[in-house]
């Protein structure tokens, strides 16, 4: 299937630091891979540093934060006809090197999205306590909604075929989007794996999650993971409706669905 | 009942039922997708503390003497509710101020991305 056409989609937010070296290496791994590079509102020169290394890159006019940031680059793929979309952050923490482990089963028609975990595999991440905490807990709640065991709930290392994609570009949500987009996949009935994959410590910057911030960010998190189990799908199911490209790859790309509003 | 003017029952039961109805508008109106978690959470924390205060009337009762309402307890639940509603207004002034200012540079682009496209088009 060396026909299918790759994309990853790589959000950053001032990460001139790190981006050429990120895009370099998924380049130099995979030279059939594009990629997008989603400058987030970054006030440094991230879009420069990009684009001289070689990617596609696309400039949002103010921060949209993470999760308007790589509904972005969902848009651009599925718009580009993309079959194949692998997510990666921006900040050099997801190792090109493990891209086939996440890209497999998606290969393989085995999921719809495949998702890296750090902690599946047992191989030792550090974080801090009140971190942890927070994982468990999401992976304890997310694990009980999905009916399937899931450890890792925050990671952005992912890779998805069309029709997850046709989800992800329609409708994304937008402050915690890994977590609920893992609870939307399920809702949808899409297939989602987790793979175990190794991560780096974070080189440069600061992540944008601070110790302070945990429990806000858990009662955030929670109470849009509960809401969103009643919430309406803007993308109907795969057996309420039809297909938007008909599943098949290389057809007319139509527009994008419209959010629902009332 | 260890105060003499106390919460009158029939005031604890209204106040619950309206403190109620809010939580339950706000849910909704997520749910339907016409207001964002982000702009939810202090609406939800607003019904949510209501109706605890409404319902639970010895500690109304206890919170009043406390801050020395000997009169008429339920002045702590206007108090409590006009303090949200500050809360929000001033909230709300910040996403407006931000709003505005994205507006601005999104006019901006445009007005620029326009410029540029009627370049290359009045170009041969």
């Known amino acids: ?262 | 009942m260890m105060l003499a003017a106390g919460t009158p029952l029939k005031l604890s039961i209204a106040a619950t039922l309206a403190s109620l109805v809010l939580v339950l508008v706000v849910f909704e109106l997520i749910r339907s997708r016409r207001l964002r978690e982000r702009y939810a959470l202090l609406w939800l924390l607003t019904g949510i503390v209501l109706v605890i205060l409404s319902a639970w009337r010895g500690g109304l009762n206890t919170i009043a003497s406390w801050l020395g309402v000997r009169g008429y307890p339920p002045a702590v639940l206007f108090a409590v509710g006009l303090l949200f509603v500050i809360l929000v207004l001033l909230h709300y002034s910040t996403v407006i101020s931000r709003l505005s200012d994205q507006n601005v540079i999104l006019a901006q682009r445009l007005a620029l991305l326009e410029a540029k496209l009627s370049d290359r088009s009045s170009q041969p």
């Open chain 1, 1 to 262: 299937m060396s026909a299918e056409r790759r994309i990853a989609v790589v959000p950053a937010f001032n990460e001139e630091r790190n981006i050429a070296r990120v895009v370099g290496e998924l380049g130099a791994f995979d030279p059939e891979l594009d990629v997008v590079v989603i400058s987030d509102g970054s006030i440094d020169r991230t879009a420069e540093a990009a684009a001289a290394a070689g990617a596609h890159v696309l400039r949002l006019p103010f921060n949209l934060g993470i999760g308007g940031a790589v509904q972005t680059g969902f848009q651009y793929a599925w718009e580009q006809g993309y079959d194949l979309v692998v997510r990666c952050d921006g900040d050099g923490q997801h190792i090109p090197a493990e891209l086939p482990k996440v890209i497999a089963p998606v290969v393989a028609g085995e999921a719809d999205i495949a998702v890296g975990s750090r902690f599946s595999g047992g191989d030792g991440y550090r974080s801090s306590a009140s971190r942890r905490i927070g994982i468990r807990v999401l992976a304890l709640v997310v694990s009980g909604i999905a009916r399937q065991r899931v450890t890792d709930t925050t990671s952005g290392f992912q890779a998805l075929n069309r029709r997850a994609l046709e989800l992800f570009a329609a409708d994304y949500p937008h402050d915690y989007p890994e977590v609920e987009g893992m609870v939307m996949t399920i809702k949808h009935r899409l297939r989602l794996v987790e793979v175990p994959v190794q991560m780096r410590e974070r080189e440069h910057g600061q992540s944008s999650i601070t110790a302070l911030r945990s429990i806000y960010y858990m009662a955030k998190v929670l109470t849009a993971l509960f809401v969103g189990l009643f919430r309406r799908n803007v993308v109907p199911l795969e057996d309420s409706g039809r297909r938007l490209d008909g599943g098949q790859p290389g057809a007319e790309v139509p527009a994008l669905p419209a959010p629902e509003r009332r």
